[in-house]
């Protein structure tokens, strides 16, 4: 049982390492707040969705989960044939965009059940311009999906640290990153719409996740009512036992 207990305890572990360690920065998502999902939405149509695909949700589901309605997905969301009913595919061509990007983008349904939200708010913040004059990532090193937020965001640059703690070089850890160049939101403003887009990745990790909070404390409410009147017929059958 001890040794069970240990294999339990390193496999729950593995995500930890894989990520590179240490703790994040908690994301605040919430996704029960439908506004939140919303722009959330219209970030990922306007930043992410000409390269990278959500093929486990369906048009239907922005339209009626959302709120947005069928006229409005698309009106703003859906192009060309596409059908209410599809799901959120792209056209470019895989091919073409591992010529292009050197990788073909990942599909984002489910981005934040393998990364989790809190990955995902400290990635998305955390481009940086390296020496070359390239985007980098600090917390995904050579990622080859360029900074779309720089505009918003501003310019970060990496400040160094040796390992013996005082100023490095490119070779040292990244201690943090250093904002040279401001951009068109600020900061809080800028933390806020990342927020509602991982909000609405995670939604769409599970789109049902919705629905199943919404439900949750009903069936809680009702099992603890029934757990009482189970209680009191339990008490009437016992009552004159001795």
């Known amino acids: 049982m001890r040794k069970i207990s240990l294999i339990l305890l390193l496999i729950a572990s593995v ?3 894989a990520s590179g360690g240490g703790e994040l920065e908690h994301s605040g998502v919430n996704v029960t707040d439908i506004a939140s999902l ?10 992410c969705f000409g390269c990278h695909s959500a093929n486990y949700v369906r048009y239907q589901r922005l339209a ?24 959120m595919s792209i056209a470019m061509d895989p091919a073409d965009a591992e010529v292009w990007f050197g990788k073909t983008p990942p599909d984002l349904s489910l981005a934040a059940r393998s990364r989790s939200t809190d990955w995902l708010f400290a990635y998305m913040r955390s481009f940086y311009r390296d020496q070359n004059g390239e985007w980098n990532n600090s917390i995904f090193p050579d990622v080859s999906m360029p900074n779309v937020f720089w505009r918003e965001q501003g310019i970060l640059e990496p400040v160094y640290e040796s390992a013996g703690g005082h100023g490095g070089n490119a070779g040292s850890h990244i201690a943090r990153l250093e904002m040279v160049e401001a951009g068109t939101m600020e900061p809080e403003a800028f933390d806020a719409k990342i927020r509602d887009l991982v909000a609405f990745l995670e939604y769409m990790g599970e789109p049902a996740k919705l629905k199943r909070k919404a439900v949750g404390w009903k069936v809680i409410l009702f099992l ?3 757990a009482f009147l189970a209680y009191l017929l339990k008490a009437e059958y016992w009552r004159d036992v001795h």
């Open 15 to 17: 995500p930890v390492w």
């Open 38 to 47: 919303q722009r959330g939405a219209a970030t990922f149509r306007d930043y």
């Open 64 to 87: 009626d989960d959302l709120k947005l309605g069928e006229d409005y997905v698309k009106q703003y969301f859906m192009r060309g044939t596409t059908k209410i009913g599809d799901t």
């Open 224 to 226: 603890a009512l029934f």
